[in-house]
């Protein structure tokens, strides 16, 4: 047992934390809530040459060959500093790939993820916006050489920017009529339009009409795709509650900060009881949050991932963040309330973070399940 | 980062299993202080401390020549995880010599103190059993107010006063007694001195308090010219609440592993009460709320394992816990009186029924959890005042009180 990070993680963090604070202030993060694109591409680039796009992948495919628990420490710091952009849907993508891929698709796909050449993202979920077999209608009928997709998926992060779709269709019945495609974005047929939505993070509907698809664009097998959909749900499940860890704790800190410096009565605020337990509650469940996504992505790491230990992080995530953004509101006063205040831009993202990879009431079901009820 | 336990660690967990599953009679499930009221649970927490003793885990902490085993941090908090799992008797004999008297004797007591008390709790005897004199009626969270005074009279000090919800004074044979040495010290927490108390003096009068479901824990302790040797004055005269801040972080750092422990028991008992219970005509578990609840109070107590782990990994580093045990008690107790709410919900009509009836369901544990919890997040702190610990000194803000 072992809770210190090691040299090169400390390293990853530091440089991460540097880099985001210097080149995404909150100034740039509202410049790219309006621009059309979403992200920097200048920024995107600099990424790529951290070699943060390909973190986790081996050298011969561009990669560093880190692990799964430090690609969680920079998304966490991401996370901290709710950088806009396409990094969680390509990540999400490239992971199923580097696994399921065969040799000629991870040769094909994966450098140019981590040189920045290509932008991924999952097109899963559909209009009931559940994360349920049942609920991918969209269909992939062979014909043409190929296949071809028809139908709308909802909700797709990035859609306007990514040059690849990873998409879920149903090749047969049930669970075991999923099959992964992977769909270049520009394809005839592919029709992308933004959802205007409270976090202004360009989710998209992406609707595919007699989309046509080569059988080599096949990842895994044909009726497989639901268990890689099980396999990036839980990656991308932690991976997003580590997004959410490291916005929880900024919001701690800035709320701890201002709780020093206001005051009122001839005291500052944070001397009354009334702010300092609120703050003592946001600071605990933050802190248990985080260890949370730590042990989860550990066990991930070390090849022994526990479905109960996964499925609890994402089953907490959405209400810490939702609470710890109220509160540090209300401790805030109506300056939190304004839109220059930081607070909010956190606050917008409550929601798109928790319905991302599957809501809290999901990943509470999947922990009773687990508990054995 | 590394989130396994060793071998060393998991072999001892299935040893306190397999010593729990022998020694424990079948349905014994002891919490937190409730071995002190009825004499039958408090014949059984001792003669459980005596065989834990034999075993080398009731001191395990202790460095050897003190009875203990020198168990590592790990060790000791594996131990608490199945105490607490199994709930058994007896892992404290009361609390106050096991959790912290012994330890404050070895950090701050002299030798023939140490000679003469640590092998007596370490090998479970009655007489190493100790209450601990603390709150009086007008020092609750305000403990440096304390009143009961100490006067030094050649060798020895005459103490008078009234110390109040003194758990196990009834059972105790030596209290570890905190008083007033100096009334006049310019800051109150100057003044206050540590004595050993023969609870068989001359001039103690112990009166029982019961709780509000007529339990016998606390009581209320009076001293009448009470004379005790001046040799029985632990570290510094006046110097007390120093010492006993670290004791204090001690006691309460000693709770989170039982409470986790007591936790993920409480929820395996009520996942396979919910499988086995009808309502409305299909079993319990298929409820939705039910599962959801359960799940949500599982979530909090892989918190609490984690926050445990945390500070035992502190302890390791050489890292003294600034604000860990203040944590760990306040969410460990929400977490225990959260289950306790949820338990009483799924007991249904069952939740009003006394918990030593024979209409009880699983033995009693929920009803008993649900009216003790209240008290148990008093008990050495209350979660205000661990929050003010937390909010200070963690989070860096100014004293609120």
């Known amino acids: 047992m072992d809770f210190k990070l090691s040299e090169d993680q400390e390293m990853l963090r530091s440089l991460a934390r540097d880099f985001l604070t210097k080149e995404c202030p909150k100034s740039k993060v509202r410049e790219l809530e309006m621009d059309e694109k979403g992200y920097d591409p200048q920024m995107w680039e600099r990424m790529a040459e951290l070699g943060w796009l390909g973190l986790v992948f081996p050298e011969n495919y561009g990669g560093t060959g880190a692990t799964f628990l430090d690609l969680v420490l920079l998304t966490e710091e991401i996370g901290r500093n709710i950088l806009p952009g396409p990094f969680f849907s390509t990540v999400v993508c490239a992971l199923p790939i580097l696994e399921y891929g065969d040799e000629e698709q991870k040769a094909k796909f994966l450098p140019q993820i981590a040189n920045g050449a290509a932008i991924w993202t999952l097109a899963l979920i559909e209009t009931l916006g559940g994360y349920k077999a049942s609920e991918i209608k969209i269909s992939a009928r062979i014909g043409d050489g190929g296949y071809v997709i028809e139908g709308t998926k909802l909700f797709i992060p990035n859609a306007t920017v990514a040059s690849h779709l990873l998409v879920a269709a149903q090749t047969g019945e049930g669970d075991k009529g999923i099959t992964m495609f992977v769909v270049g974005a520009h394809s005839p047929g592919v029709e992308v339009e933004v959802i205007p939505t409270i976090a202004e993070d360009k989710q998209c509907q992406v609707t595919f009409t007699k989309v046509k698809v080569p059988e080599g664009n096949i990842l895994g097998d044909v009726g497989g795709g639901w268990s890689i959909v099980e396999f990036i749900l839980e990656r991308a499940a932690i991976l997003k509650c580590a997004e959410v860890s490291g916005g929880c704790q900024a919001v701690v800190e800035m709320t701890n900060a201002y709780a020093k410096d206001r005051v009122q009565f001839d005291k500052p605020i944070g001397s009354f009881q009334a702010i300092q337990h609120r703050l003592v509650d946001m600071f605990v469940n933050v802190e248990g949050l985080q260890y949370l996504v730590y042990q989860a992505a550990w066990e991930i790491s070390a090849g022994s991932p526990s479905k109960l230990h996964i499925s609890l992080v994402k089953a907490k995530a959405g209400e810490v963040y939702q609470q710890t953004c109220l509160d540090a509101i209300k401790i805030h006063g109506a300056t939190g309330f304004t839109k220059e205040h930081d607070v909010g831009l956190y606050f917008r993202r409550v929601k798109a973070s928790e319905f991302a990879m599957g809501d809290t009431d999901l990943w509470r079901e999947r922990v009773a399940v687990e508990l054995g009820l | ?401």
């Open chain 2, 1 to 401: 980062m590394d989130f396994k336990l060793g071998e060393k660690e998991e072999a001892l967990r299935k040893e306190i299993r397999k010593f729990a599953q022998k020694e424990l009679p079948p349905g014994s499930f002891t919490l937190l202080l409730e071995e002190e009221s009825r004499d039958e649970d408090w014949k059984l927490a001792m003669s459980t401390s005596k065989k834990l003793a034999q075993k080398g885990w009731l001191v395990m902490a202790w460095p050897k020549k003190y009875g203990g085993s020198a168990a590592s941090y790990w060790e000791q908090m594996v131990y608490g995880e199945e105490c607490g799992y199994w709930g058994i008797p007896g892992i404290s004999m009361g609390i106050s010599g096991v959790a912290w008297v012994g330890p404050s004797l070895m950090q701050f007591g002299n030798e023939e103190q140490r000679k003469k008390y640590l092998p007596l709790i370490a090998s479970g005897e009655p007489d190493g059993v100790w209450c601990t004199g603390y709150s009086e009626p007008n020092a609750g969270s305000d403990f440096a107010n304390i009143q009961t005074r100490a006067i030094k009279d050649g060798d020895e000090y005459v103490i008078n006063g009234q110390k109040v919800w003194t758990s196990c004074a009834h059972r105790a044979r030596w209290c570890w007694l905190a008083v007033k040495t100096d009334p006049n010290a310019p800051k109150k927490h100057r003044g206050i001195s540590i004595f050993i108390v023969d609870m068989k003096s001359p001039g103690i009068t112990v009166n029982p308090l019961l709780n509000y479901y007529g339990a016998h824990i606390f009581n209320e302790v009076f001293f009448d010219n009470v004379r005790v040797p001046a040799s029985n004055l632990v570290g510094e005269e006046n110097k007390g609440w120093y010492h006993l801040m670290q004791s204090l972080a001690s006691e309460r750092h000693s709770f989170g592993p039982s409470l986790y422990g007591n936790a993920r028991r409480l929820l395996e008992e009520l996942v396979n009460y919910a499988k086995e219970t009808q309502h409305d005509g299909k079993p319990l578990c298929q409820n939705p709320e039910v599962r959801h609840m359960l799940a949500a109070a599982a979530v909090e107590a892989e918190m609490l394992k984690l926050f445990n782990y945390q500070i035992t990994w502190e302890l390791t580093q050489g890292i003294t816990p600034i604000y860990g045990s203040s944590r760990n008690k306040a969410f460990g107790d929400q977490l225990l009186e959260r289950l306790g709410i949820i338990g009483m919900k799924l007991m249904g009509a069952y939740s009003q029924v006394d918990p030593y009836s024979k209409w009880t369901k699983l033995h009693g544990i929920i009803q008993r959890l649900y009216l003790l919890f209240p008290g148990i997040s008093i008990a050495a702190g209350t979660d205000e005042i661990e929050k003010n610990v937390i909010g200070q000194f963690k989070l860096g803000l100014p004293k609120s009180y």
